[in-house]
């Protein structure tokens, strides 16, 4: 199996933490998320370990709220110390509604509306990390309204192009993201910041992107925040007292795929940065990362059930599922590769090439194309691997399709913490 928590029970059955799958699906219907939570928890732990054990006092990982926002998932990164990114006042408002302190909340987003600017001030959000000099303008009339001093991170880009899809690339200079380095442009940033009433320059963030699996991608981002951080040093004589470094490594999505072993990982980039900042003569400042896909996205699988196979001789056979792209749009968008398993069937030989598609009225719905699983039945149970991350987070009601439960294992027990969406939701919004 793909991952620790995952085997296969005495009746055949794929066991998730020890649960049926099967036993899931029958109890809480499917399309089913379901979250092993013990495994997410170890996920935090090794990043919190980490970053205490090899970067100065208030460094911390921050769970990147975007690749999985529901109120229940707050409660378990408050409890392994962790902060939280936020991108939007409705991630804010789901994180505070969770009981989640506003002072770890750190607010992104590339194009923060008035409003938002405004509602993230109103509700004492710790960090800004302002993406732009429009933001940072109106974040300052803002917090002089108020008369409060907000504290903040500029966002810059390093201009890196780590190999992963252009799609989650954002370190590049040609991004709608932060302020290029390599132009001028966010040492004018940082000046015009510095000299802003309202709000106070902490330091400086910037991602690369995401699924990234050489820790040397984020060994030259450091130098890189590093030459840029001496380079404000020596002009403008401002001293950053943190760098947050983003998000970005990767899971492993099927077999073959790399395991990245993020304690070692911190270690190498803290001990690179260590090193960099004596060279420099440049106090080692505290240290911020954004994990998302690396915290959630192994901990979670999806549910379905099996419903029409259609085989096409001479070309393929299709295993129908009752979600797909509505639930996880990852393979339509990207092309995503999943591990996809017969949990009704999980000892039986994985002989059956497919192609499984999803139920909307597009031809692009599809979960995984050409792979082979145990030849299913209408009913079975298949579960996809790794859609912790980016899933239920990306999930729409195109073709009215209704958004799945989600189910957190925890203790060897589940637990509904999502309830399934119904009509009645939908039509709610109708006037
Ligand atoms: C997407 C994103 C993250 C999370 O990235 P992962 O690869 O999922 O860890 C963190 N920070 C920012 C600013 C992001 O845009």
């Not at 106070?200 to 990234?212: A, F, M, P, R």
């Not at 030459?227 to 004589?237: Q, S, T």
């Not at 803290?270 to 900042?277: D, T």
């Not at 298949?382 to 958004?403: E, H, Q």
């Amino acid at each position: 199996m793909l991952y620790s928590n995952l085997s296969v029970n005495d009746l055949g059955h794929l066991a998730i933490a020890g649960i049926d799958a099967c036993e899931l699906a029958e109890t809480f219907g499917t399309p089913l998320y379901v979250l092993d939570e013990d495994r997410m928890r170890g996920k935090c732990r090794t990043y919190v370990e980490a970053m205490r054990n090899y970067l100065p006092v208030g460094s911390m990982p921050l769970f990147a709220s975007k690749t999985l926002c529901f109120k229940g998932i707050y409660p378990v990164v408050q409890s392994e110390g962790m902060g939280a990114d936020v991108v939007s006042a409705g991630e804010i408002a789901t994180a505070l509604a969770a009981g989640f302190p506003a002072d770890l909340l750190y607010f992104h987003g590339s194009n923060k509306t008035d409003a938002e600017i405004a509602y993230g001030v109103a509700k004492g959000v710790g960090h800004f990390v302002v993406d732009n000099v429009d933001e940072l303008e109106a974040l300052s009339r803002e917090a002089q309204s108020r008369g409060i001093t907000q504290k903040v991170l500029l966002r810059v880009t390093v201009g890196l192009d780590p190999h992963t899809l252009a799609a989650i690339n954002t370190g590049k200079v040609d991004s709608q993201f932060g302020v290029p380095i390599e132009t001028g442009q966010a040492l004018q940033f940082v000046r015009q910041a510095l000299a802003t009433p309202g709000v106070e320059v902490e330091g400086y963030h910037s991602h690369i992107g995401s699924q990234i699996f050489e820790a040397t991608s984020f060994c030259d981002q450091v130098d890189r925040l590093l030459a840029f951080a001496c380079d404000v040093r020596d002009e403008l004589g401002f001293v950053a007292g943190a760098f947050n470094l983003g998000g970005g490594f990767a899971v492993p999505y099927v077999e073959g795929d790399a395991q990245v072993d993020i304690a070692a990982n911190i270690k190498a980039i803290s001990e690179h940065l260590k090193k960099g900042c004596e060279e420099a003569n440049y106090p080692m400042p505290r240290i911020l990362t954004e994990p998302g896909r690396s915290i959630v996205a192994d901990s979670g699988v999806t549910l379905y059930s099996a419903g029409r196979i259609k085989t096409i001789e001479g070309y393929r056979s299709y295993v129908m599922v009752d979600g797909g792209m509505t639930d996880n749009p990852r393979y339509a968008l990207y092309k995503s590769a999943y591990t996809v398993l017969n949990a009704s069937r999980a000892n039986a030989p994985e002989d059956f090439a497919c192609t499984i598609a999803g139920r909307c009225c597009e031809s692009g719905d599809r979960i995984a194309e050409d792979i082979c699983i145990a030849k299913p039945e209408r009913g079975d149970v298949i579960a996809v691997l790794t859609t912790g991350a980016y899933n239920y987070a990306m999930s729409s009601n195109y073709n009215r399709v209704l958004r799945p439960a989600l189910v957190m294992i925890s203790g060897g027990k589940a637990r509904l913490a999502v309830r399934r969406q119904t009509v009645e939701d939908l039509l709610d919004l109708e006037l």
